[in-house]
């Protein structure tokens, strides 16, 4: 480890520093729904304000594909960042054109550019290096540093994350090197107990992480609608409920490997079982290993953890010094079926240590339940990114960085 960063990078009086943030934020009609993004990027972004530089930055938004299409501007991003911030924000209509050259050559120190929506150019995802070298030449123009500061974005192979920082100098941004060390803290040296929460809808997204982070763990439970493919592959009947029969095999597997290692695998005992997949559903507490007998029969769905399993999880986890978890215990979208997740995140925020909240779903869960950012340990920017490093994966966009 050794991750180059904003302090080794030495007077940036007057220097005009390119910033790749993720300023991916969910719209609404065309409006910002959670500037929760915006506001990461702002500790890197004044850092570099009060350091006297010039700043430019870039970012994607949503998925245009290589052509320009209004509906995923950057400017209203712009915008919020320039109530955000106390300094001049300026926006440019492109990324690599006549304009975004002319208000990068007048951006004064101590100013801001927002360059538009990087995704508008094919070349910044392209699979082809020249390509991508061509780009990212371009975008780094006039410029003497760029900071990598998107950490949803370091696991991607893409012009502005990789090509860029390979061809001027570069470091990482605060953001960036925060939430490395914290996912590097729960890969090495953890106290222990170490417990790991997963749920989220598919076993077959988090089997990676699973792999990777049950030998460093002493506790794995499982919640969400990937729990099913567990409790059949114990011989259960899981009703309607998802589950991943091509599955069943490795997750046998995972619980031999983990019963050889002496991890304890905690399922449910007890699962809200409802008639339909909807908010208005009726539903019942089953117990796990008879999921099949409620008025419901094989029709039933697992749609949350029961309130036995929420307040074995909560416990298990007040009781740990280190916590990962990704992935809701159930459907927390609808208010029926939120109570695991709720309960999974109170205890969260009332234990001893590390507890890290990772995983898109996951940070969204939290907030809509009213928790604030700060009662957690860390909320992870990067969903698959900070997957792929519990995954055990190298990550392009920090490798670059010297990781
Ligand atoms: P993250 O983005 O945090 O990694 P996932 O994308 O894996 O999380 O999963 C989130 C989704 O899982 C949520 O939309 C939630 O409704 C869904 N989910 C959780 N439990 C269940 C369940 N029992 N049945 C169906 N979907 C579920
Ligand atoms: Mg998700």
């Known amino acids: 480890m050794s991750l180059r960063t904003l302090e080794s990078t030495g007077d940036l009086t ?60 950057l400017e209203p991003v712009a915008q919020r960042l320039g109530q955000l911030l106390t300094v001049p924000v300026h926006f440019a209509r492109d990324t690599v054109g006549p304009d975004a050259d002319a208000r990068r050559r007048s951006l004064v120190p101590g100013e801001v550019l927002v360059l538009e929506n990087l995704r508008f150019d094919p070349r910044e995802t392209s699979k082809v290096e020249t390509e991508r070298t061509e780009f990212a030449t371009q975008l780094t123009t006039g410029v003497d540093l760029l900071v990598s ?18 061809i001027v100098p570069s470091a990482a941004g605060l953001l960036v090197e925060a939430e490395t060390e914290i996912l590097h803290r729960l890969t090495t040296d953890t106290e222990r107990p170490y417990t790991v929460v997963l749920g989220g809808s598919k076993v077959s997204d988090k089997l990676g992480v699973i792999e990777y982070l049950l030998p460093r763990v002493d506790r794995l439970l499982i919640g969400g609608g990937m729990v099913f493919t567990f409790l059949a592959a114990q011989g259960h009947r899981v009703g309607a409920s998802l589950c991943e029969v091509d ?42 290993d008879t999921m099949e007998d409620t008025p419901f029969g094989a029709a039933g769905r ?41 309960a999974v995140a109170t205890a969260l925020t009332e234990m001893d240590g590390l507890g890290v909240v990772g995983g898109g779903d996951s940070a969204a869960a939290v907030r809509s339940l009213g928790f604030p950012d700060a009662s957690f340990g860390h909320i992870s920017t990067g969903g698959g990114a900070s997957l792929e490093f519990l995954e055990g994966k190298s990550l392009p966009g920090l490798e670059v960085l010297g990781w």
Not at 22 to 34: K, Q
Not at 302 to 322: M, Q, Y
């Open 302 to 342: 697992g749609l949350d953890i029961g309130p036995e399993t929420s307040r074995r999880f909560a416990d298990l986890v007040r009781s740990s010094r280190t916590v990962f978890w990704n992935g809701p215990m159930g459907v927390f979208e609808m208010a029926a079926f939120a109570s695991g997740t709720r």
């Open 14 to 73: 007057g220097k005009t520093v390119l910033v790749r943030s993720d300023f991916n934020v969910p719209l609404s009609n065309g409006a910002i729904a959670d500037d929760g993004r915006i506001r990461a990027s702002l500790p890197t972004l004044e850092y570099l304000i009060r350091a006297g530089a010039a700043v430019v930055v870039m970012s994607h938004l949503g998925r245009p594909d290589g052509v320009v299409d209004s509906a995923w501007s």
């Open 149 to 166: 500061d998107g950490f949803g974005v370091v696991h991607r192979k893409h012009a502005s994350v990789f090509d860029a920082a390979r």
């Open 247 to 288: 599955r069943l095999d490795t997750v046998r597997d995972y619980l031999d490997t983990a019963r050889e290692l002496g991890v304890e695998v905690v399922l449910p005992t007890d699962i809200v079982v409802a008639s339909a997949f909807a908010a208005d559903a009726e539903f019942t507490v089953a117990s796990s």
